[in-house]
């Protein structure tokens, strides 16, 4: 059985940056981000780029089901798909105003911090890039950062992009 060529190879010789992004202006700064340091215009780019957004299960956005809730799944389940298809539209955009015209763009069923670690694993990429949303150590803890999961999962260079803060004159 042969070994599998490596990540660079597979992508005709560029290495593969995965960038994490949802509804938050935070993902979409990581993305304008990636794509000014690492995506100049008019220059060869060393990455391929793959953009990637999660959208959470009709059943997860839910909870837990009561009477009437095979009722809510299906409208729950086109607002999760629209919601997703507007993140992958605004990022669709924001590469093509860097000019990068041959981003690949996914929307995977699933949670965050799970989708972006498989994501690197299947196009075997060498970073990923998320963005911070700033939560202080409480709100951390209890919602559970996608960007500390990656940092301690995915198998790669993980980047937090931080935005930021905007001071008050």
Known sequence: MAASAPASEAAGGKMTMVVGVDESEHSYYA??????????????????????TAKPTAASAVGLAGPGAA???????????????RVIDKARELCAKAQVADAVLEAVEGDARNVLCEAVERHRAEMLAVGSHGYGAIKRAV??????YCAHHAHCTVMIVKKPKQHKH
């Open 143 to 148: 919602l559970g950062s996608v960007s500390d």
């Open 71 to 85: 009722d809510v799944l299906p409208i729950v389940e086109a607002d999760l798909k629209k919601s997703a298809m």
């Open 31 to 52: 993305l304008q981000w990636a794509l000014q340091h690492f995506f100049p215009p008019g220059q060869p780019h060393q990455y391929r780029l793959v953009v990637v």
